[in-house]
């Protein structure tokens, strides 16, 4: 690993501090080296808070070590203003003579224009360092940016045979680690989606009890109204923003926000245009099967997130066809999971 992989590697351990708390911004994270040495660390610590960058510079104790020291980023410094300064602009004043970037910011308002600012401002530039580990990390803003949807995550347990469940029955499967689990997932993305029938089915509150941060945004597909007789669930208990896509004319308690997709198209897809639009970058999709399948078919996934127990059921609702993708498999107590990317 070279000198510029080993500070960008720091980057990401900072940035990746943010997950779960910077709402549609990228995760960043930058340091400041001085002689060989780190003088100065920061993160995006939450959405509408100053930059790593500034952070990063804020963060050292003698400021004029500054124009003669190096700044290390993991996505190119913004050079707009937004809901902070642009951070091109504070590097410029603070006089920085080096600045290692490790990947381009996609988004229009910086595309290149944060790079131009510093080199035009004299500042020597090192592009792409470690550059697929900061895609990875930021994978849910690159797909919001590039794809103008949210970055989709479909996650279910099945039996060691196949099935998710029984009609109109629910059944335990996940073991108590795959349940903590699947509550840190919850904790990192903005929203999670549920179809009606596994709302009516399960009851469940899709919280992060298990878990430490903040509840997602939740997300009810419902197309012909399933919910207006079931009123009493409690997703819809409105402790937590929910929002629910119907087809169909339909008025819930005031604590729900009903949002009606027509017209010609997916119904998926305008559901996630609508959800781009309401600042939500990504989406855990916990079920049911029917939903789960119609994403697969339309290819509106990104990754899956499979728990299998070694229990059989016999017989039930048979789980989604996997794709022909290469996967991982990983144990989990007595449980495996299986994650699939969607390349």
């Not at 803003?141 to 989709?152: D, M, N």
């Amino acid at each position: 690993m070279s000198t510029d992989e080993h500070y960008m590697q720091r980057c990401l351990q900072l940035a990746e501090m943010g997950l779960g708390h910077v709402g549609s911004n990228p995760m960043v994270g930058s340091v400041v080296v001085c002689d060989g040495r780190i003088i100065g660390e920061g993160y995006h610590q939450q959405f509408g808070c100053p930059h790593a960058e500034v952070n990063a510079m804020n963060s050292v104790d003698d400021q004029q070590l500054l124009s003669r020291s190096t700044l290390y980023v993991n996505l190119e410094p913004c050079s707009h203003t937004g809901k902070t300064p642009p951070c091109s602009t504070l590097i410029i004043e603070k006089k920085i003579p080096f600045v290692v970037i490790g990947m381009k910011d996609p988004f229009p308002k910086v595309n290149g224009a944060g790079f131009l600012a510093l080199e035009n401002a004299g500042i020597k530039i090192t592009m792409g360092v470690l550059e697929e580990e900061c895609r990875e990390l930021n994978k849910r803003f690159l797909c919001a940016q590039t794809k103008k949807r949210p970055y989709i995550i479909l996650k279910w347990a099945q039996n060691a045979d196949g099935f998710t469940g029984r009609i109109n029955e629910r059944v335990q499967i996940s073991n108590e680690s795959s349940k903590i689990y699947t509550h840190k997932w919850r904790s990192e993305e903005m929203a999670i989606m549920i179809g009606a029938n596994t709302a009516r089915v399960d009851d469940p509150l899709l919280d992060v009890r298990l878990w430490q941060g903040k509840n997602p945004i939740k997300v009810i597909i419902d197309r012909s109204g399933v919910l207006l007789n079931h009123t009493h669930l409690k997703i819809l208990n409105g402790e937590d923003t929910t929002y629910v896509f119907t087809s169909s004319h339909m008025t819930l308690n005031p604590r729900c926000k009903v949002i009606e997709i027509g017209g010609d198209g997916s119904f998926m897809s305008q559901v996630f245009k609508e959800l781009i639009q309401l600042g939500i970058t990504s989406c855990l999709v916990e079920g049911g099967t029917t939903l789960h399948q119609l994403l697969i078919q339309e290819n509106l996934w990104d990754e899956m997130l499979i728990f299998t127990s070694s229990n059989e059921l016999g017989q039930g609702i048979k789980a989604p066809e996997l794709p022909n993708l290469p996967s991982t498999i990983t144990p989990i107590d007595d449980n495996t999971l299986t994650t699939i990317r969607n390349r």
